[in-house]
């Protein structure tokens, strides 16, 4: 019986979603609250027309077509959809079964270069739909593990049922760690930067001698062909490289490898980045970093400070703003709290607007879909969130969810249990 009730309300969430994606992309036109363009000024008693699924114009004085839909936004802030830029959700429910079992691959000696953590991305997860009801709309889904992790992909939470109809852009990054972890398969932060270097190295010599390689004639190399091949954008400066790394002496070091190879570089975590937030400025390497976080869980975080982000920014840092209170925790269950994040990065020293472009509009520039996603302006998917008030207010919440032109209402599982436990049976009786 209890497995019946799940399975029952599995399937009306699946049927939900499948609903919800089916509808077809019509033209709407959100009139009437405080739009946040990002790419531009706020714009009292906006108008945002989306056609097609994407953005038509963004104005004052806008059009109207006279088969729009028009919804009331009066009294509401508008913004683009929120843009989370370092998770693992639909990579393995937990509530059903074994695990993230899509995270990570198991690689060679610590490298999964050619690892595509998309091709195992869930498009109905159930985790989706709380994160949509944030006002969160696309996701960087990251693998995890090792030296060189894998590939990540931006997807869009849409609702479709094809993979092909969530992704943004994939390849988005390859996705790196230089810290001490068990899965890397070695010890100190020192010896995963050798062999980062040495896998560089040999992807570079790869490239050269590919004919000499396939007839076995040259040395030893210290990742399979796959993970050279995977290499070559990253190598090549046409893919970046996004290195998790913390304390301020792996950071220096991510510094120093950017200029000897000339890498397209990203930071992840940077927990002590505000320590050398002049010298990542002046190397012009972005940071995705949070606010949350200012107790050290290891010996790379001894100096975590809340206004990081804040600190980085004003020295001219490009910032994006991820999850840093709660884990993994916030890269699967709590993706919904980035604006929180973003909250208390305003409270700890940075701009409003500084916030909300970390969100938004930065992280689209920093992995190059700043044409797709991250900000309201013509051409731009139909990527819109409607809120009550500030989305960095805890009690504000995002009313209304547009996803490439649809309004987005599939009910969370949340919802659902909400609703079945709302109204007692009638035959119940307290205890």
Excluded at 18 to 28: L, Y
Excluded at 238 to 265: G, P
Excluded at 349 to 378: C, F, H, N, Q
Aim: glycine share 12%.
């Amino acid at each position: 019986m209890k497995n019946s009730s799940m399975n029952s309300s599995a399937l009306a969430f699946f049927a939900a979603c499948v609903m919800a994606s089916s509808m077809s992309a019509q033209t709407i036109a959100i009139t009437g609250g405080k739009v946040y363009p990002v790419s531009g000024p706020p714009i009292e008693g906006g108008t945002v027309l989306i056609r097609n699924g994407k953005i038509a114009a963004v104005g004052k004085d806008v059009a109207i077509p006279a088969d729009a839909e028009k919804v009331d936004a009066t009294g509401k802030w508008v913004t683009p959809g929120l843009v989370n830029s370092a998770t693992s959700v639909g990579l393995g429910d937990v509530s059903f079964g074994g695990g993230p079992r899509e995270l990570g691959a198991k690689g060679h000696d610590g490298i999964a270069a050619s690892f595509q953590v998309w091709l195992g991305f869930n498009t109905q997860s159930v985790m989706i739909a709380p994160a949509r009801e944030g006002g969160v709309t696309t996701l960087m889904i990251d693998p995890q593990g090792g030296l060189v992790s894998g590939q990540a992909a931006l997807v869009d939470m849409n609702g479709a049922l094809g993979l092909s109809d969530v992704l943004v852009k994939a390849p988005a990054t390859m996705v790196a760690q230089i810290e001490d972890d068990d899965g890397a398969k070695v010890g100190a932060a020192g010896e995963l930067l050798g062999k980062l270097r040495d896998l560089i190295e040999d992807t570079k010599a790869y490239t050269r001698r590919k004919a000499d390689f396939e007839r076995a004639q040259t040395r030893a190399f210290s990742a399979t062909r796959s993970d050279l091949e995977a290499m070559i954008p990253v190598v090549e400066g046409r893919e970046i490289l996004t290195i998790i790394a913390d304390k301020a002496s792996e950071l220096q070091a991510v510094i120093v490898l950017q200029k000897e190879y000339n890498l397209k570089v990203v930071i992840a975590g940077g927990a002590e980045a505000w320590m050398l937030a002049d010298k990542i400025a002046a190397a012009k390497i972005p940071v995705l970093t949070g606010a949350m976080n200012n107790i050290p869980g290891s010996f790379s975080t001894l100096g975590a400070r809340q206004e990081n982000a804040a600190m980085l920014r004003k020295a001219g840092v490009q910032v994006g703003i991820i999850g840093n209170a709660g884990g993994g925790d916030e890269d699967m269950f709590n993706v919904r709290n980035i604006r929180y994040e973003a909250g208390n990065a305003v409270a700890y020293g940075m701009s409003w607007d500084d916030a909300l472009r970390a969100i938004t509009l930065a992280p689209a520039e920093i992995y190059g879909v700043a044409g797709s996603v991250g900000s309201l302006k013509a051409g731009t998917e139909g990527n819109v969130v409607i809120w009550s008030g500030d989305p960095f207010e805890f009690a504000s919440r995002a009313e209304q969810v547009f996803i490439r032109g649809k309004k987005i209402d599939a009910p969370s599982r949340q919802d659902m249990l909400a609703k079945r436990y709302k109204t007692l049976p009638p035959k119940y009786q307290a205890p």
